[in-house]
């Protein structure tokens, strides 16, 4: 399984940008990349995800490098609400493959 | 609200028991999973139903089991419960496949004493 590698912790300034890095090198070219995060005593939640082009909705954006080698996750204006622990994963589509977590980089949003 | 129901929310039992644990996914979804979360493991994938059938499985240890209803909620059955096996249990639901996004519930709390 391509593996994916965060920083363990980030902290952010709110209502500032918040770019969030993750490498994935070994990413094969039927692997999605999926971004979701869990705000504590919570379940997961879906974040944003992406093949190979940038890709915005209403809670982040998300940049994939042209190699398609690493990514970032983007929240325009940090609040204090999404201070979470988020998680950078890669599916295979081709392969119907699960959703492997790996420990995330925990987000701190200062006020 | 993610529209995905765990039941019971917490779940207080010995070891050597056998418990239950209880979802419905979000209407109209096929595709269930279930994930344990525990603090020296993080969250880990167990296993995955489709349509009744399954689908996937992870780390699912041989004394866990699960399966999908035809009404589409699911059951996880957790027996020979170790110490070890405290932890959140989360089930998730999708549309169907791969490219869709899952949708967490509230999870379950189990505490093995």
């Known amino acids: 399984d391509a593996k994916t590698t965060q920083p363990n912790s980030m902290e952010s300034n709110e209502e500032e940008p918040v770019h969030l890095p993750c490498n994935h090198s070994t990413i094969s070219g039927t692997d999605y990349i999926h971004w979701y995060r869990q705000l504590p005593s919570q379940g997961p939640e879906y974040v944003i995800h992406g093949l190979t082009s940038n890709v915005n909705n209403r809670m982040a954006s998300l940049a994939i490098a042209e190699d398609r080698k690493s990514s970032t996750l983007i929240l325009h204006r940090a609040t204090l609400r999404d201070a979470a622990v988020y998680y950078c994963i890669l599916r295979d589509y081709a392969n119907n493959n699960d959703m492997r977590f790996g420990a995330g980089t925990r987000l701190t949003v200062k006020p | 609200d993610s529209g995905v129901t765990q039941t019971p929310k917490h779940l207080i039992t010995a070891t050597g028991q056998r418990v239950t644990l209880r979802c419905s996914p979000r209407s109209g979804d096929l595709s269930v999973y279930w994930y344990q979360q525990s603090l020296d493991q993080g969250l880990q994938f167990l296993i995955q139903?489709?349509?009744?059938?399954?689908?996937a499985k992870g780390n699912i240890l041989e004394r866990f089991s699960a399966q999908q209803f035809p009404d589409l909620h699911s059951e996880l059955n957790l027996s020979s419960l170790e110490l070890g096996d405290s932890a959140l249990y989360f089930c998730a639901s999708s549309a169907a496949g791969v490219f869709d996004e899952q949708y967490f519930g509230p999870g379950t709390r189990l505490t093995v004493t």
């Open positions: 139903y489709y349509n009744g059938e399954e689908r």
